[in-house]
Structures are given as C-alpha cells and as structure tokens.
C-alpha cells in the first residue's frame, strides 16, 4: 500500500440482519434492536483504519411502504446511536428499487441494488477506498454476490436468514458479529 486515498479500506455492512436485527420493513426506531456486537466490531474496525459503509437494499421504499425521508431519519438516528458509542459511520448508501414490486420510478433494476455493486463502486469514487482490501458483512446471498463480484478482499455471511449452502462461494460463515471482530485482528 503506497498509503494514498485510494488505498483506504472499508467496512461494508448490510442494514438489516447485520446491524440491526432481521424485520420487514423496518423505518421507525421504535422497532431497532441492534445486533449484538456491533459496536464492538465497528470500534476495532475504525481503530484498525477501516471506513465504515452500510449498503443496504430497501426494497420497502420502491414499494411504498415507507418514504426515502423516512429511512433518511432512521439513518440519521442510528448514525447518532453509533456517535454515542464513539463509532462514525462514514457513509451510508442505500438501493430503493425493486424490479418486479417497485412502483412507478422504483419498479426497476438498477446498480445499485445487490447482488449489484453500484453501492460498493459509489464507496470508492467518494471515500476513495480500495475494494480489494475491503471486507463485507451480510446475511443474504445477495450481499455475498455483490462482494464477490467487486473482489472483496473477504466477506462474511451471519447465520440465520439464508442457508450458507443457497449462497456462492467465497465467504465466511460466521454466527456471531464477534467472529469477524476476532478475524480482523488475526488480519488486519
């Protein structure tokens, strides 16, 4: 690494499953449960020098179940629950279409929606980060695909929502986010 801005590695954490735990839909906090250990991992992430990002699909705004301004105010609040626990989310980047139950300018696929990696290549253009030292939490075969399609340098599936088997290779299963907070000090 020459130590220049193109070089940063990055965090890549899905919203829902990995952050927070698994609901439909969510867009209000009364309904946030944070994963256990996410704080944790996020802290040993930034003292390591990775960038923080959540990418995540929210296929219910291109439903219309709820608002792009109403997941902006969700974010915003989670992003003030991370400052509290001296955690910076560096950015946050989100896919509102769906292409079979999106509505009107929703109704389409797009770049940006995992398996995609538009979320991922935005991360680079704006934080400047280097993709293949970066890593990938999710908890769906999608966010996998979109890892392995950008050449991440490892991503992590959290069990519980989707059957390590139905997702493709390259991964690592782990059941707790504590797995990848001991992964990134063996490999920093």
Same mark, same amino acid.
């Given at each position: 690494?020459?130590?220049?801005?193109?070089?940063?590695?990055?965090?890549? &954490?899905?919203?829902?499953?990995?952050?927070?735990?698994?609901?439909?839909?969510?867009?209000?906090?009364?309904?946030?449960?944070?994963?256990?250990?996410?704080?944790?991992? #996020?802290?040993?992430?930034?003292?390591?020098?990775?960038?923080?990002?959540?990418?995540?699909?929210?296929? /219910?705004?291109?439903?219309?179940?709820?608002?792009?301004?109403?997941?902006?105010?969700?974010?915003?609040?989670?992003?003030?629950?991370?400052? =509290?626990?001296?955690?910076?989310?560096?950015?946050?980047?989100?896919?509102?279409?769906?292409?079979?139950?999106?509505? /009107?300018?929703? *109704?389409?696929?797009?770049?940006?929606? *995992?398996?995609?990696?538009?979320?991922?290549? =935005?991360?680079?253009?704006? &934080?400047?980060?280097?993709?293949?030292?970066?890593?990938?939490?999710?908890?769906?075969?999608?966010?996998?695909?979109?890892?392995?399609?950008?050449? &991440?340098?490892?991503?992590?599936?959290?069990?519980?929502?989707?059957?390590?088997?139905? #997702?493709?290779? !390259?991964f690592l299963p782990v059941t707790t986010l504590a797995e990848v907070e001991s992964w990134l000090f063996? !490999?920093?």
């Open positions: 690494m020459s130590g220049n801005a193109t070089n940063l590695k990055a965090l890549f &954490l899905d919203r829902d499953g990995v952050i927070n735990e698994e609901a439909s839909y969510l867009w209000r906090r009364e309904g946030v449960r944070f994963v256990p250990g996410i704080f944790s991992l #996020c802290r040993t992430a930034q003292s390591l020098g990775y960038k923080l990002v959540v990418v995540t699909n929210q296929a /219910g705004i291109g439903r219309g179940m709820y608002t792009e301004a109403e997941f902006h105010t969700l974010m915003d609040w989670m992003r003030s629950e991370f400052a =509290r626990e001296g955690v910076t989310l560096n950015a946050v980047y989100f896919s509102p279409y769906h292409p079979e139950h999106g509505i /009107g300018d929703y *109704k389409r696929d797009h770049e940006d929606r *995992k398996p995609g990696t538009g979320m991922l290549r =935005r991360a680079v253009t704006d &934080l400047g980060i280097s993709l293949a030292d970066s890593i990938l939490v999710g908890d769906r075969c999608t966010d996998i695909a979109a890892a392995n399609a950008a050449a &991440l340098r490892q991503a992590f599936l959290i069990a519980g929502t989707e059957p390590p088997e139905a #997702c493709p290779a !390259n063996a !490999n920093p």
